[in-house]
């Protein structure tokens, strides 16, 4: 591996105005984690019109602080307040709010801080590594792969993010309807259009994402707000004892590389791998009734795993033009409007680039790592203000912003419409995430699944003679088969064990 392109990178990342920016990125992160229900997508997504006038490399450092910023913000008030303020943080809410309870906050704080500096940074190191190679590799990609990986990543995201299956798969196939709309690229057809000229280019990314995410969640979290708020705990004592290190280093290992992997995988991120690494604490202690009262364990693992996956997720991001999650695709968005072509060439051809946003993760993690602590009482202050004055600003900014995009008042009605959609998902139990994905993926899945078929003069088993879009075709069809398969394992030993009960009051 050639080093000289990564050294170079550092060089970008010194810059002081990508210093700068980078700063600005992990403190509103920490902000938006505190915040209860706004999350990075929705911030990242208000923040984009803002993007418009900076450097591509500068947007995306600080589009990437807000993200990593954000897991650790959660933190603050999952520990201090019993309130997550980011979805990969409730599992934290567990331990680290007993600990709170048994005076002993800034020792969770402090674990928090440590375990996310490590998982961020480790995760970073494998990124540097393993990058270039996937980037290697997905040179190979043509349309029969890009056609595959489109499929996979929407069942992905459908099957393995939290909630209903059932309707993640809706939501996917809403978002995979909406990227049909518009004039076809390949007959010049209009479809969906209904006459409308505003629709003849199809739907925008950017009034969809601050629809959904922006406006959406403000008008949710409106309502969720009204629940009762425990007073602060007092922070002292933030550096871990000795025994609390030693507790817990080998959660935060394991948290690390487990987060690593499972933020790579379209549909992980960092709430499954907080969960994961949660259980899988919790099902090798040998003293697991600890969890839920007090294990440091509890609070080490999660928060190095979910700041692990945060940072992997860039992975197929950035070098094969797979977003992973919601946020990633906010941030696709982002570099799309910058003109910046993602994929295996973005390495080679905008090294800068590459090697910027990834090495401004290391210089974001210590400013986090310094940060955190002093900021609390600032954060915990943030939250008392009113949602009735913080909401109305906010939905200001969202609208302006959508307007300067393309300074249309359709964009705006675009805005309110999917605004009222994403409320409304939230209320009936649907994820915005995979609707947004698919929509991301749709034109890749439709563009390629068309060429490919030219390719193989309309032969569908074509996409099974090539070995890699096989092989993920091959992962598709497990994919798809793996909740009928878990639910049939279930039914049978639901059945085994009525049998056991039925021979057991038999013998009796």
């Given amino acids: 591996m050639d080093f000289a392109p990564v050294l170079d990178g550092f060089g970008v990342v010194l810059e002081p105005v990508n210093l700068l920016y980078c700063l600005i990125g992990v403190v509103i992160g920490m902000l938006v984690g505190v915040l209860p229900g706004l ?30 910023g954000a897991q650790y ?30 005076g002993r906050a800034g020792t969770a704080l402090g674990i928090a801080a440590i ?6 940074t480790v995760s970073i ?9 996937v980037a290697g590799f997905a040179l190979d990609f043509g349309p029969p792969e890009y056609t595959a990986l489109a499929l996979l990543g929407i069942l992905l995201v459908a099957t393995v993010s939290g909630g209903s299956r059932l309707k993640a798969v809706v939501a996917a196939c809403i978002g995979l309807l909406l990227a049909t709309v518009g004039r076809d690229t390949f007959t010049g057809v209009e479809r969906f259009t209904f006459g409308d000229l505003n629709l003849a280019d199809g739907l925008d990314f950017v009034p969809i994402a601050m629809g959904l995410f922006g406006l959406g969640e403000i008008l949710y979290n409106l309502e969720e707000r009204h629940r009762t708020v425990h007073a602060p705990a007092k922070v002292a004592n933030v550096w871990p004892s000795k025994h609390d290190l030693a507790q817990s280093s080998g959660a935060i290992g394991r948290g690390s590389v487990l987060g690593f ?5 379209p549909g992980g991120g960092a709430t499954i791998a907080s969960l994961a690494a949660y259980a899988l604490e919790k099902r090798r202690s040998k003293t697991p009734e600890r969890f839920g009262k007090g294990a440091v364990e509890g609070v080490a693992a999660p928060e190095s795993a979910n700041n692990a996956a945060a940072t992997s997720s860039f992975i197929p991001l950035l070098t094969l033009g797979i977003p992973a999650n919601g946020t990633m695709a906010v941030i696709f968005g982002a570099l799309l409007i910058q003109g ?18 990834v090495n401004s993760m290391y210089i974001g993690n210590i400013l986090l790592l310094i940060m ?37 008042v359709f964009d705006i009605v675009l805005v309110i419409v999917f605004g009222a959609l994403g409320y409304l998902m939230k209320k009936l139990g649907f994820e915005p995430g995979p609707l947004v994905l698919a929509f991301v993926l749709g034109s890749l899945l439709e563009d390629s699944l068309r060429r490919s078929l030219l390719i193989f003069e309309g032969d569908p088993t074509g996409f099974l003679t090539r070995p890699i879009s096989g092989t993920l075709l091959v992962l598709f069809v497990l994919v798809a088969l793996l909740p009928a398969i878990q639910a049939l394992r279930h039914r049978r030993r639901a059945a085994a064990h009525a049998g056991d009960t039925t021979h057991t009051k038999e013998l009796v």
Wanted: hydrophobic share 55%.
């Fill in 125 to 133: 190191v494998a990124l540097t590594l393993v990058a270039p190679l």
């Fill in 340 to 357: 910046v072509a993602v994929g295996p060439q973005l390495v080679t051809q905008e090294p800068d680039l590459f090697w910027g946003v």
């Fill in 372 to 408: 955190s602590i002093p900021l609390v009482g600032l954060f915990v202050r943030i939250l008392r203000v009113r949602p009735a004055i913080l909401a109305p600003v906010t939905v200001m900014i969202t609208l302006i912003g959508v307007y300067t995009v393309n300074n249309s």
């Fill in 73 to 102: 913000g959660g933190t603050i008030t999952s520990v201090l307040l019993r309130l997550p303020g980011e979805a990969s943080s409730v599992v934290t809410v567990f331990d680290g709010f007993a600990l709170a309870r048994q």
């Fill in 261 to 265: 992997f499972l933020g790579i995988l």
């Fill in 115 to 120: 375990g996310s500096f490590v998982g961020g």
């Fill in 39 to 68: 999350g990075p997508a929705a911030t990242i997504a208000i923040l984009l019109p803002i993007t418009f006038g900076i450097e591509p490399v500068t947007a995306i450092i600080m589009l990437a602080g807000i993200f990593y």
